[in-house]
């Protein structure tokens, strides 16, 4: 029974993890989907959230919910800005330019990170800090892990709602399938994209706070990106339920490797998973397998 | 004055104009001979800048002439360079070493070309941090071989009884080094291979109507830019004379990248500029660093950020790199006073989809 | 050459993509030499046949044959060795190359120095060298594009792109020809120059073709023989005059006229 407690509560600590990673995820395949660019800096939008969030709640002393939706509104509003000052210019220039361009803004960000806020890790409370909740059975959960995955399934079912049921979630899904389209339809497709990347930094952003009373806030949490990565790949590049279910995967496993295998292999596995996700099914478990027509 | 040329064997040579023999002879005399004329610090610099080009001339075959983008090539400078250092330690001479190590690290890059062979830019992309994460971690693991965390020091290396050590004795090996890798690319770029993986780059599927075996043309585009990658860290072992796995991370993948890309993709001329660029660019920094306004010199963390700040620049303003700004410089010079503007605007682009719909 | 099958010849080929059938039950012959032509209204299968015989497809049913050769599951590359080469609808040229270069990649099939010696610049790599630089020149003589021989196709018109295409093509020196809608994109100067090319390629190349195509002027200018193709599934066989007379050809282009039947250009 023990045994089983223990495989349970890895698993729900991996899920809680896999979250974050779909979350980050989540951002990624948002950007991906509607303009084919791939954001390198989607971890450091999530460290600029959780900064952001530090500041508001724990510098200025603000109410926790508040100082949350003030971090999403201004990382959303940063990740406009992003795109509409500098990504629109490179629009039409081929991946891997875009590639680089977003590793650099990361390397950026980073910098400009540790400039305001300092490299020093630094924490602020949440109402889900050091509580746990009680199964029974033996299951002890933190209420952070709790937190995150319901925060999760929350943000995620906002999201599907925007997306299938209002006209601006409705306008993005036509201008990422469809751009020559959309602009007929009177759709302000460039608009749309900078929005898009707004809900990506927005959705890092919750990734961040609900992180918060897991893990210290510091400039290097963006690291966090390549697992996110891996999630992506492994849900299939094109699809948000993909994001999520991939991440989970990546945390679980993580979880299980790191109790169940000898030290120093919880990196080691998640990158060997996708690397063999790429090689065996690179279009992952929700993605499409898409040919060049000629 | 351009020759007329008078024979297809004309357009074969490496330098295609007198005037160019003339001028890399020059500059070659000035590199022999700076050792002699230049403090042990500035030779030290050549050395990385010499080193730094050769994995970027084996980075440049791979994803600026076939296309293949590698975010995990630091993993070949790892292997090549602590294949030679272990190799010396065994007490196998040194002109078995460097070769062997080059060979080594071939073969890695054939281990990693091989599961590869289907994936496109992105995808590849990320399975080759992934394999730069996974070398990474087997090289911190596998103490017995590598020494894990404390480290490997690289042994002297000695040729017919001579030890080649100091800075000098560096500066030359690498010299000598990136003058083959740079003879032997340009080979490749004057024969059929160079033509393959140029039509690789741009259009697979015409590539292989044309009777191009992708597989196997991708498969060595991977062992030959590995090779010379590892070649290059078998040279960075004996410049810093002390290995340490995590020094081959994700950061070093990424200057590399950033040689290429900066340089200018697909040329060579590219991968010596950004070469350059990225090997002098923290002496740069720290030369300036006391005399930019507003008190950034004293902030940490400014080398990473002007390095992303002028990736950032370069790619929105100049994508075609150094070797862009410098082509565009000799054209603007060749038809001075008849040039046009026109011909030095950049071109609208419009995104082309990868995608089917 | 047996007498029932022909050079070139598909039996009973399908295609199905899921649950469309693309092409279906399509059987015919190519004579050697001779200049054929596929027509059909838009989706028809046409492409896809072409994919194909240049093995970007593998068939879902039936089979291919060449020169008495099965090809219906040869890998891709090997097609041009064989002496099969086509020209792409959209022109997949390698646009960061110049015209030269992209010729001298259509010689790639008829490259036997290995690596090593092009590693060290042999002068066996020399010789081949100057051998491929001469058939490419021949090409160029023949498209009449040395003008733009150095430039990098990125710079070049639309016009110069579809020769330039058929010139690579023409560099893997093969037997049969696969022209992809040759005139897609062209003024009528341009078409005609193709037509005259066409006939060129068929008189003194003595290279078969296989052409797929719209214009109905061009098709009758050159065909031998004409396919007439509609949701995957054949219409007609003939000469050009007798395919455009078909009813059902007619019917099918959607009450299209049929050109009257053109004189062949001597």
């Given at each position: 029974m023990d045994d089983f407690v223990r495989l349970l509560q890895l698993v729900i600590n991996g899920t809680a993890a896999g979250c974050i990673y779909g979350l980050v995820a989540l951002g990624f395949v948002l950007i991906y989907k509607a303009?084919?660019?791939?954001?390198?800096a989607q971890g450091e939008l999530m460290m600029l959230g959780a900064f952001f969030a530090y500041t508001f709640?724990?510098?200025?002393?603000?109410n926790y919910w508040l100082g949350f939706a003030m971090a999403i509104v201004c990382t959303g509003a940063f990740g406009y800005l992003l795109d509409a000052v500098v990504l629109r210019r490179v629009i039409g220039q081929p991946q891997f330019a875009v590639v680089m361009l977003t590793l650099g803004l990361a390397f950026i960000f980073r910098a400009a990170a540790g400039a305001i806020w300092g490299y020093d890790a630094v924490g602020f409370t949440t109402p889900f800090t050091n509580r746990i909740a009680n199964l029974g059975g033996g299951v002890v959960l933190g209420q952070d892990n709790v937190s995150i995955i319901i925060g999760t399934v929350i943000l995620c079912s906002v999201l599907y709602l925007f997306f299938s049921r209002t006209r601006m979630g409705i306008a993005m899904q036509a201008s990422s399938q469809n751009q020559l389209a959309a602009y007929y339809m009177g759709i302000p497709v460039r608009t749309v994209f900078s929005l898009i990347w707004a809900i990506s930094a927005g959705v890092a952003a919750v990734a961040a706070v609900l992180l918060a009373p897991v893990q210290m806030v510091d400039v290097?949490?963006?690291?966090?990106g390549i697992k996110a990565f891996a999630a992506a790949v492994l849900g299939g590049f094109g699809s948000i339920p993909g994001a999520l279910v991939g991440g989970v995967i990546v945390g679980v496993v993580e979880q299980l490797a790191g109790y169940?295998?000898?030290?120093?292999s919880m990196e080691l596995t998640s990158n060997i998973v996708l690397l063999s996700v790429l090689i065996?099914?690179?279009?992952?478990?929700?993605?499409q397998v898409i040919r060049k027509r000629v | 004055m351009s020759q007329f040329k008078t024979s297809y064997e004309q357009d074969l040579?490496?330098?295609?104009?007198?005037s160019d023999v003339f001028w890399y002879g020059l500059l070659l005399a000035v590199l022999l001979a700076i050792p002699f004329s230049l403090s042990e610090f500035y030779v030290g610099e050549m050395s990385f800048v010499f080193i730094y080009a050769i994995a970027g001339v084996g980075l440049m075959l791979l994803?600026?002439?076939?296309?293949l983008v590698s975010l995990g090539h630091a993993a070949f400078l790892g292997i090549g360079a602590y294949a030679n250092a272990i190799l010396l330690s065994e007490g196998v001479p040194f002109a078995v070493s460097l070769p062997a190590a080059g060979l080594i690290t071939a073969a890695a890059g054939v281990a990693i070309g091989i599961p590869t062979l289907r994936m496109t830019g992105l995808y590849l992309a990320i399975a080759t941090l992934a394999f730069g994460a996974i070398v990474v971690l087997v090289g911190e693991k596998w103490t017995s071989l590598t020494?894990?965390?404390?480290g490997f020091p690289v042994p002297t290396p000695t040729v017919l009884g001579f030890a080649i050590e100091g800075p000098s004795g560096v500066y030359y090996m690498a010299l000598g080094i990136l003058v083959l890798v740079v003879l032997v690319a340009m080979n490749v770029l004057r024969a059929p291979l160079g033509r393959a993986l140029v039509a690789i780059r741009d259009s697979e599927i015409s590539a292989q109507s044309m009777g191009i075996n992708l597989a196997f043309y991708k498969t060595v585009s991977f062992a030959l830019s590995a090779g010379i990658t590892g070649l290059a860290g078998a040279l960075f072992g004996h410049y810093v004379r002390h290995l340490a796995?995590?020094?081959?991370g994700i950061l070093l993948s990424i200057q590399l990248v950033t040689i290429v890309f900066i340089g200018g993709l697909g040329s060579l001329h590219g991968a010596i500029f950004g070469a350059a660029f990225v090997a002098l660019l923290p002496q740069a920094i720290a030369l300036v660093r006391d005399d930019?306004?507003?008190?950034?010199?004293?902030?940490?963390?400014l080398e990473p950020s002007l390095f992303g700040l002028i990736l950032v620049l370069v790619i929105m303003f100049?994508?075609?790199g150094i070797n862009g700004r410098w082509q565009k410089l000799k054209r603007w010079f060749l038809a001075f006073?008849?040039?046009?503007r026109a011909a030095f605007r950049r071109q609208k682009t419009y995104a082309k989809t990868d995608r089917l719909r | 050459m047996s007498g029932s099958t022909g050079y070139f010849s598909a039996r009973d080929l399908a295609m199905r993509f899921g649950g469309i059938?693309?092409?279906?039950g399509v059987s015919f012959d190519v004579r050697r030499g001779e200049v054929f032509s596929i027509i059909g209204p838009n989706g028809a299968g046409k492409t896809t046949i072409f994919n194909m015989i240049s093995r970007i497809y593998t068939p879902s049913g039936g089979s291919l044959h060449f020169d008495g050769q099965d090809?219906?599951?040869?890998?891709?590359?090997?097609i041009a060795r064989l002496g099969i080469a086509r020209t792409f609808q959209n022109i997949e040229l390698?646009?960061?190359?110049t015209l030269l270069q992209n010729l001298l990649i259509g010689r790639h099939c008829h490259s036997t120095v290995p690596i090593l010696s092009q590693l060290l610049h042999l002068p066996s790599v020399r010789r081949a060298e100057v051998e491929h630089r001469r058939r490419a020149e021949a090409v160029i003589e023949f498209l009449n594009v040395q003008r733009y021989r150095d430039q990098l196709i990125a710079n070049l018109p639309y016009g110069v792109r579809k020769v330039v295409e058929l010139g690579r093509a023409l560099c893997t020196e093969p037997k049969l020809l696969l022209l992809d809608?040759?005139?897609?994109?062209?003024n009528v100067e341009e078409t005609e120059e193709m037509a005259f090319w066409i006939e060129d390629i068929k008189k003194d190349l003595g290279i078969t073709i296989i052409m797929v195509e719209h214009d109905m002027k061009l098709v009758t200018a050159v065909s031998d023989r004409v396919l007439a193709l509609n949701q995957g599934r054949i219409l007609a066989l003939g000469t050009s005059a007798e395919v455009q007379g078909d009813p059902e050809v007619i019917r099918a282009y959607i009450g299209g006229e049929p050109e009257p039947a053109a004189e062949v250009a001597a």
């Open positions: 303009t084919e660019m791939v954001n390198f709640v724990g510098l200025w002393g603000l290097n949490m963006g690291l966090i169940y295998l000898p030290a120093g065996l099914r690179p279009q992952g478990l929700f993605g | 040579r490496l330098a295609t104009k007198r994803t600026g002439y076939t296309g020494g894990g965390f404390d796995p995590d020094s081959f930019l306004p507003f008190g950034i010199g004293r902030l940490p963390g100049e994508p075609h006073p008849l040039h046009k | 059938r693309a092409v279906e090809i219906t599951s040869i890998a891709p590359h090997k390698f646009t960061n190359a809608e040759p005139s897609s994109g062209l």
